[in-house]
């Protein structure tokens, strides 16, 4: 793993090919947590059923995705900073979560809404953006941490040892 591959909290870089490998592995790990919407709902005071729906959306649903112009049923293809705000959304720990954690949730939560009243993914997508725009959220907290090299054999996630 290089030194660019690695964030000043000790996680990776979100871009690199270790982040992609982790953002697979912890998605299932997403998919088979029982328990991770309570804590969710209970670390942000939102009710369990709306943390579920999220979860079904983000996680476990297929949706109709158009790629190089074919319409495939797919799931979402798994994403590091969404895992990572997950993990801290669910965490044991919720000073950890962050704003734009938060941001992901609402989003989510905009574009289900978007969806029922008869847009497409793709333009419930757009729409939920202008109100609570997770990705340039993200970009924002990300571009503040700093590579810090002798950190660069360490991954600090609490739960990473339950992928293997």
């Known amino acids: 793993m290089s030194t660019n591959e690695i964030i000043a909290c000790g996680a990776l870089n979100q871009y690199s090919s270790e982040a992609n490998k982790h ?7 997403i998919r088979n947590d029982k328990f991770d919407c309570f804590r969710i709902a209970r670390n942000t005071k939102r ?22 112009d074919k319409l ?37 939560n905009l574009e289900i809404t978007y969806i029922l009243e008869g847009y497409s993914q ?6 939920a953006n202008s109100l609570a725009n997770y990705q340039k959220a993200c970009c924002e907290y990300y571009k503040t941490l700093k590579i810090r090299p002798e950190k660069s054999k360490r991954i600090s996630f609490k739960r990473y040892h339950h992928f293997y």
């Open 23 to 29: 953002a697979e592995l912890y998605y299932e790990t």
């Open 47 to 68: 009710s369990e059923n709306q943390i579920l729906l999220i979860k079904n959306y983000l996680f476990i649903d297929r949706h109709y995705i158009n790629i190089d």
């Open 72 to 108: 495939e049923y797919i799931r979402f293809k798994p994403d590091f900073m969404i895992a990572c705000s997950w993990q801290r959304l669910s965490s044991h720990y919720p000073e950890s979560i962050k704003e734009h954690d938060l941001i992901l949730l609402e989003h989510e």
């Open 122 to 127: 793709f333009d419930a997508h757009l729409k």
